[in-house]
Protein backbone atom coordinates (compact mmCIF):
# COMPACT_ATOMS: atom_id res chain seq x y z
CA UNK A 1 0.00 0.00 0.00
CA UNK A 2 1.84 2.98 -1.15
CA UNK A 3 -1.08 5.45 -1.32
CA UNK A 4 -3.33 5.32 1.71
CA UNK A 5 -6.47 7.40 1.35
CA UNK A 6 -7.48 8.32 5.35
CA UNK A 7 -11.41 8.62 5.12
CA UNK A 8 -12.45 9.64 8.73
CA UNK A 9 -10.78 9.51 11.99
CA UNK A 10 -11.93 6.20 13.69
CA UNK A 11 -9.69 6.35 17.34
CA UNK A 12 -7.68 8.48 19.15
CA UNK A 13 -5.39 7.12 22.61
CA UNK A 14 -3.07 9.11 24.24
CA UNK A 15 -0.50 7.35 26.71
CA UNK A 16 1.24 9.18 29.64
CA UNK A 17 4.92 9.41 30.60
CA UNK A 18 6.47 8.92 33.77
CA UNK A 19 8.93 12.04 33.36
CA UNK A 20 10.10 14.31 30.36
CA UNK A 21 12.65 12.06 29.08
CA UNK A 22 9.52 9.82 27.69
CA UNK A 23 9.19 6.89 30.13
CA UNK A 24 6.23 4.98 29.22
CA UNK A 25 3.94 5.36 32.83
CA UNK A 26 1.08 3.14 31.81
CA UNK A 27 0.73 0.73 28.80
CA UNK A 28 -2.73 1.28 28.23
CA UNK A 29 -3.48 4.46 26.05
CA UNK A 30 -6.38 6.40 27.54
CA UNK A 31 -9.04 7.14 24.73
CA UNK A 32 -9.95 10.46 23.38
CA UNK A 33 -14.06 9.64 23.20
CA UNK A 34 -15.83 10.84 20.05
CA UNK A 35 -12.82 11.88 18.42
CA UNK A 36 -13.55 14.82 15.71
CA UNK A 37 -10.08 16.03 14.55
CA UNK A 38 -6.59 15.04 14.77
CA UNK A 39 -4.56 17.86 13.14
CA UNK A 40 -0.95 18.10 12.77
CA UNK A 41 1.57 20.25 11.09
CA UNK A 42 5.75 20.11 11.12
CA UNK A 43 7.59 23.24 11.24
CA UNK A 44 11.38 24.07 11.93
CA UNK A 45 13.07 26.94 12.82
CA UNK A 46 15.72 27.76 10.60
CA UNK A 47 18.79 30.67 11.08
CA UNK A 48 20.90 32.16 8.30
CA UNK A 49 24.36 33.49 7.56
CA UNK A 50 23.75 35.94 5.61
CA UNK A 51 26.87 38.71 3.89
CA UNK A 52 27.78 40.30 1.00
CA UNK A 53 24.28 40.85 0.34
CA UNK A 54 23.67 36.87 -0.07
CA UNK A 55 22.95 33.85 1.85
CA UNK A 56 25.59 31.50 2.51
CA UNK A 57 23.95 28.90 4.58
CA UNK A 58 21.23 27.85 6.67
CA UNK A 59 20.95 25.64 9.76
CA UNK A 60 17.96 24.05 10.82
CA UNK A 61 17.04 23.97 14.55
CA UNK A 62 15.11 20.50 14.42
CA UNK A 63 11.31 19.70 13.50
CA UNK A 64 8.51 20.32 15.48
CA UNK A 65 5.02 18.73 14.97
CA UNK A 66 2.02 21.30 16.43
CA UNK A 67 -0.81 19.48 16.80
CA UNK A 68 -4.64 19.91 17.54
CA UNK A 69 -7.32 17.58 18.93
CA UNK A 70 -11.12 17.84 19.46
CA UNK A 71 -13.52 15.54 21.26
CA UNK A 72 -17.37 15.44 22.06
CA UNK A 73 -17.99 15.46 25.86
CA UNK A 74 -15.23 16.10 28.73
CA UNK A 75 -13.29 12.99 28.79
CA UNK A 76 -11.69 13.43 32.45
CA UNK A 77 -9.07 10.47 31.59
CA UNK A 78 -8.14 12.08 28.79
CA UNK A 79 -7.54 15.71 30.11
CA UNK A 80 -5.83 14.58 32.90
CA UNK A 81 -3.10 13.04 30.50
CA UNK A 82 -3.04 16.43 28.71
CA UNK A 83 -3.06 19.57 31.58
CA UNK A 84 -1.81 17.22 35.03
CA UNK A 85 -4.31 17.32 37.82
CA UNK A 86 -6.18 14.41 39.58
CA UNK A 87 -8.99 12.87 39.57
CA UNK A 88 -10.94 12.00 42.35
CA UNK A 89 -13.94 9.69 42.68
CA UNK A 90 -16.51 8.82 45.61
CA UNK A 91 -19.88 7.25 46.58
CA UNK A 92 -21.63 4.09 44.55
CA UNK A 93 -23.73 2.80 42.48
CA UNK A 94 -26.29 5.76 41.82
CA UNK A 95 -24.73 8.10 44.06
CA UNK A 96 -21.19 8.40 42.40
CA UNK A 97 -19.27 11.69 42.25
CA UNK A 98 -16.20 12.23 39.98
CA UNK A 99 -14.43 15.27 40.53
CA UNK A 100 -11.15 16.47 37.87
CA UNK A 101 -9.11 19.20 39.75
CA UNK A 102 -6.19 20.79 38.90
CA UNK A 103 -4.01 23.16 41.30
CA UNK A 104 -2.08 26.24 39.95
CA UNK A 105 1.05 24.08 40.65
CA UNK A 106 0.10 21.07 38.26
CA UNK A 107 2.54 20.79 35.70
CA UNK A 108 0.98 19.94 32.02
CA UNK A 109 2.32 16.38 31.57
CA UNK A 110 4.33 14.92 28.37
CA UNK A 111 2.36 12.03 26.47
CA UNK A 112 2.21 9.96 23.47
CA UNK A 113 -0.68 10.55 20.90
CA UNK A 114 -2.08 8.02 18.13
CA UNK A 115 -4.64 8.70 15.83
CA UNK A 116 -6.52 6.11 13.09
CA UNK A 117 -7.84 6.82 10.18
CA UNK A 118 -9.88 4.20 7.85
CA UNK A 119 -8.38 3.89 4.48
CA UNK A 120 -11.07 3.60 1.04
CA UNK A 121 -7.70 1.77 -0.87
CA UNK A 122 -8.27 -0.52 1.91
CA UNK A 123 -7.22 -1.16 5.69
CA UNK A 124 -6.46 1.85 7.73
CA UNK A 125 -3.55 4.86 8.59
CA UNK A 126 -2.15 5.94 12.03
CA UNK A 127 -0.50 9.02 13.30
CA UNK A 128 1.96 8.43 15.79
CA UNK A 129 3.66 11.59 17.80
CA UNK A 130 5.95 10.21 20.14
CA UNK A 131 6.18 13.10 22.50
CA UNK A 132 3.37 15.61 23.21
CA UNK A 133 2.75 18.26 25.48
CA UNK A 134 -0.12 20.50 25.51
CA UNK A 135 1.70 23.58 24.65
CA UNK A 136 -1.52 25.76 24.00
CA UNK A 137 -4.71 26.62 24.67
CA UNK A 138 -7.49 23.37 26.37
CA UNK A 139 -10.61 24.73 26.14
CA UNK A 140 -14.58 23.91 25.83
CA UNK A 141 -17.93 25.45 25.83
CA UNK A 142 -21.15 24.99 27.59
CA UNK A 143 -23.87 26.42 24.70
CA UNK A 144 -27.27 26.35 24.79
CA UNK A 145 -28.51 23.20 22.69
CA UNK A 146 -25.08 21.76 21.36
CA UNK A 147 -23.12 19.27 22.66
CA UNK A 148 -19.95 20.15 24.54
CA UNK A 149 -17.01 19.38 22.38
CA UNK A 150 -12.98 19.85 24.25
CA UNK A 151 -9.81 21.33 22.48
CA UNK A 152 -6.32 21.21 22.75
CA UNK A 153 -3.28 21.85 21.20
CA UNK A 154 0.04 21.63 21.85
CA UNK A 155 3.42 20.55 20.11
CA UNK A 156 5.33 17.58 19.88
CA UNK A 157 9.41 17.11 19.74
CA UNK A 158 11.22 14.17 19.19
CA UNK A 159 11.89 11.45 21.90
CA UNK A 160 14.40 9.46 23.81
CA UNK A 161 15.25 8.17 20.26
CA UNK A 162 14.96 11.12 18.28
CA UNK A 163 11.38 9.92 17.17
CA UNK A 164 8.77 12.35 16.04
CA UNK A 165 6.52 11.53 14.21
CA UNK A 166 5.43 7.97 11.75
CA UNK A 167 2.11 7.56 9.71
CA UNK A 168 1.67 4.06 9.31
CA UNK A 169 -0.49 2.51 6.71
CA UNK A 170 -1.92 -1.35 7.12
CA UNK A 171 -3.30 -3.61 4.37
CA UNK A 172 -6.32 -4.22 7.23
CA UNK A 173 -7.78 -2.09 9.53
CA UNK A 174 -5.90 -2.67 13.13
CA UNK A 175 -6.20 -0.85 16.26
CA UNK A 176 -4.33 1.28 18.19
CA UNK A 177 -2.22 -1.48 20.24
CA UNK A 178 -1.00 -0.24 23.19
CA UNK A 179 2.79 0.65 24.35
CA UNK A 180 5.06 -1.52 25.83
CA UNK A 181 6.39 -0.34 28.78
CA UNK A 182 9.94 1.46 28.78
Known amino acids: ?39 WTESEDFSSLEGDDKTVAQHGNGPTVSWSF ?36 DQRPWFRAEGQAISDSGGDLHCVIYKCKATGDLAGEFNNGDFFLTSAEGVGIGDENDNLYDFVANDTVTPIVDVPAT
Open 70 to 105: ESGGFPFEAFKVMAGGTITTTGTGGSMQSVYSKKAT
Open 1 to 39: MTNPLPYGLRDVKLTPFTDDAGTILDTTGVDLPVARTLS
